[in-house]
């Protein structure tokens, strides 16, 4: 089975552009949630989707956004970036069946976004 | 709220000594528990869960953890540490109810040689 895939893996962007991540996740699973992985903050919880609706939502400004398509796909956006969004953000993916908290979340490797 | 602590940033040991990476945790109701492993530019790798059942939990590359519920820990080992094992260990906590995983800050194991 192919793992939880995302592209691009890398991205520069400067402060004020917007930025789009894309997040495959693994063939079966409905669950797709994002984390931000920054050195000052360790890894934060941003916001998890199941069947094209978000169910969990961590503490992240608007700009932050995010989107589930029919097949799972998965997509983040930020707008108007800053300096501070800087960071390897994370995708991860799990069957996600309702009330099953304790399934395994999967990770892909990652999209590394620098804003300068 | 749920939430788990590493309390040492760094380990270092020798290969072929026994590895340990500390993580304690609090939560209402019951634990579900997670170890996972970060190499360098990469994402993070799953190593084992503690859901319910045995308090010694066997995982992948030949890690393991203990659950003790008396003392709210979930330390993970190794009997013997391998130079490829040096890398970022994150403990993790699933949240009842919003299946959001909240991560100890991490602990950069180091082996040498």
């Known amino acids: 089975k192919a793992g939880v895939t995302q592209t691009p893996r890398y991205l520069i962007k400067t402060r004020g552009q917007q930025v789009t991540l894309s997040c495959s996740p693994i063939?079966?699973?409905?669950?797709v949630s994002w984390y931000q992985q920054t050195p000052g903050q360790g890894l934060q919880f941003l916001f998890e989707?199941?069947?094209?609706?978000?169910?969990n939502k961590g503490n992240f400004p608007g700009r932050f956004s995010g989107r589930q398509f029919s097949n799972s796909r998965s997509e983040m956006n930020v707008s108007t970036l800053e300096l501070g969004d800087s960071a390897l953000y994370l995708c991860a993916s799990s069957s996600g069946l309702a009330g099953v908290y304790q399934e395994t979340q999967y990770f892909g490797p990652g999209t590394r976004l620098l804003v300068l | 709220a749920q939430s788990v602590a590493q309390p040492e940033d760094q380990v270092n040991v020798a290969e072929g000594n026994p590895l340990t990476v500390k993580c304690t945790y609090s939560?209402?109701?019951?634990?579900?528990l997670f170890w996972y492993v970060q190499y360098p530019n990469r994402g993070l790798q799953f190593l084992l869960k503690?859901?319910?059942?045995?308090?010694l939990v066997k995982g992948s590359y030949g890690f393991e953890a203990e659950f003790n519920k008396s003392q709210t820990s979930f330390h993970l080992k190794k009997p013997s540490a391998l130079v490829s094992d040096s890398a970022l260990y994150f403990c993790a906590v699933i949240s009842l109810g919003d299946y959001k995983l909240s991560f100890g800050a991490g602990t950069t194991v180091t082996v040498r040689a």
């Open positions: 989707y199941f069947s094209e609706t978000q169910r």
């Open positions: 063939s079966g699973h409905r669950s």
């Open positions: 939560v209402s109701g019951n634990p579900y």
């Open positions: 503690y859901i319910t059942g045995d308090n």
